[in-house]
């Protein structure tokens, strides 16, 4: 297959690549290779010129020539995993260099793929893809994340609420995974895309007015309508992404998880009263993981329960809120989730440390005389 | 331009075919090329002269390791193969057969110049 033909079907859409390469005619040739590719090409004759073009041209693939003067590849590829950048740089070494010391070095240095001269085409585009999905996986990661992060950023009490959820919703996620009972539905991808997701399940409260949505205290019958309704507005929201990505399976999970997570296992949830398994896993992950996170933080509308106290109550819940086997989940992994509620405490509630990590006297400031469910929970007190 | 034509009476200093491809079939590409290759083997010849009249063996391995990775490009295989030899050489300080290994690898050179000066003047 020639470059040309091949490249039909990739988009690089101007994606940033430097080229460093002592060799004008390499770096030429390699350059009308990536344009007519669609990369948007910035070249450096060595790696001295490519760390200074670096600090207004930004590329995200670096292709280098090994030998240069002033600045050699290897040494580039170090400098370049040095810096303090926001963004990854994915580094490929093209050298006539082919013995496996090179290839060593320029991997140790920090290069992602090498790459042997003279350069085959159809190698070299097949490399590039493998960098770019590398970086479209960073860019998709960092942007599940702002966005929902942009959203809880009007609900002024959660602090690291998204990070605890995640990581919650990973401990139980990978905890089924060990269970013949989920063998064939809870794998290694689905644990990073329960990761990736969770964050999301509250999307949609970017559409609740803020008379609701910030409210202290207890919410009125009708205003409680009002919150219900943001599972139907992140569930519509990525809907229609889902819908036009249909092969981008995160979207398809976070749809679930922001639409359902609210559901209960009896059947008394919203928005759908879903009942049992009809409740897609992902939501009954989360539901367990939100749960106790609202429970063991304080809110507008509550004190922060203890540890104890919120095992308590999702324990009682077993079979009514929540899915059972997520429950016996839970209860084995119950000593990790406290750890988590202790590594990302938000300082503004004082718990009680993990016996795990040091034996400290409980310290928690709120004594409960009751219980209450979180805010969006049906059982929440009117 | 550099007739596709011409490279069956080429001799096989260099692979004019498999260099256009190199170009994405850019015809203009290929002629900026070898001419500016054509500027660079003298350059790189009295450079590797140079180093090896003073003993630089570092230095004879540096150019014509360069030199074996633009041949190469510039699919001239024998000598990237002459250049290759040298660098070998040159890296084991083996001074006994670096300066034959430069003979031919001149030889090489002078062959790959006089075919890219008749293609230039054919174009």
Redesign the interface.
């Known amino acids: 297959m ?3 033909s091949s490249l039909a079907g990739s988009k690089p859409n101007g994606l940033k690549v430097m080229i460093v390469d ?5 770096l ?2 390699l350059a ?2 990536l344009q ?1 590719a669609g990369y948007n090409v910035e070249l450096a004759s060595n790696g001295k010129e490519a760390l200074e073009k670096m600090r207004h041209y930004a590329p995200r693939i670096v292709i280098s ?1 090994v ?1 240069m003067p002033e600045m050699n590849g290897v040494e580039l590829c170090r400098a370049i995993r040095n810096r303090q950048s926001i963004q990854y740089t994915y580094l490929i070494l093209l ?2 260099h082919s013995d496996s010391d090179s290839v060593l070095l320029g991997l140790d240095a920090g290069a992602d793929d090498y790459l042997s ?2 350069f085959r ?1 159809e190698e070299l585009r097949l490399r590039l893809e493998g960098g770019r999905r590398l970086l479209t996986l960073e860019g998709r990661d960092m942007m599940i994340f702002s966005l929902a992060k942009l959203a809880e950023s009007r609900d002024q009490d959660t602090g690291t609420h998204l990070e605890r959820i995640r990581e919650y919703s990973k401990v139980l996620a990978t905890e089924l995974m060990s269970w013949p009972k989920f063998e064939h539905v809870v794998d290694a991808q689905f644990v990073e895309l329960i990761y990736l997701t969770s964050p999301l399940h509250d999307v949609g409260k970017v559409g609740i007015p803020d008379s609701v949505l910030l409210k202290p205290g207890k919410l009125t019958p009708d205003e409680f309508e009002v919150m219900k309704r943001h599972t139907l507005i992140g569930g519509e929201t990525l809907s229609a992404s889902a819908q036009a990505y249909p092969e981008a399976s995160f979207l398809k999970m976070a749809l679930d998880i922001a639409l359902k997570h609210h559901e209960r296992w009896d059947g008394t949830g919203y928005p759908f009263q879903l009942k049992g398994e009809d409740i897609p896993l992902s939501a009954r992950i989360v539901a367990v993981a939100d749960v106790y996170d609202a429970l063991t933080t304080k809110r507008v509308y509550k004190p922060a329960f203890t540890h104890e106290t919120a095992a308590d109550i999702i324990y009682k819940s077993r079979g009514s809120h929540f899915d059972p086997d997520l429950v016996d989940a839970f209860a084995k992994v119950e000593e990790q989730m406290r750890c988590i509620r202790y590594e990302l405490d938000e300082c503004s509630v004082a718990i009680k440390k993990p016996a795990a990590v040091s034996p400290l006297p409980i310290q928690c400031e709120n004594n409960l005389a009751g219980v209450s469910y979180p805010r969006c929970s049906p059982s929440h007190p009117l | 331009m550099l007739a596709a034509s011409h490279a069956l009476a080429m001799p096989a200093s260099f692979d004019q075919i498999k260099l256009l491809e190199r170009c994405m079939g850019n015809g203009a590409l290929m002629q900026k090329l070898l001419v500016e290759f054509l500027k660079s083997l003298p350059i790189e010849k009295e450079s590797l002269e140079e180093a090896v009249q003073t003993e630089d063996w570092s230095s004879v391995a540096r150019i014509s390791h360069k030199m074996r990775g633009t041949a190469l490009n510039m699919c001239a295989k024998p000598l990237s193969d002459a250049a290759l030899q040298v660098e070998i050489v040159a890296r084991a300080i083996q001074m006994d057969l670096v300066e034959h290994r430069c003979i031919e690898l001149n030889q090489h050179i002078e062959m790959l110049m006089n075919a890219l000066t008749r293609e230039a003047s054919k174009a």
């Open positions: 020639t470059g040309i002592d060799d004008p005619i390499a030429e040739m009308n290779f007519v020539d030998d050298t006539s001269k003279p085409h």
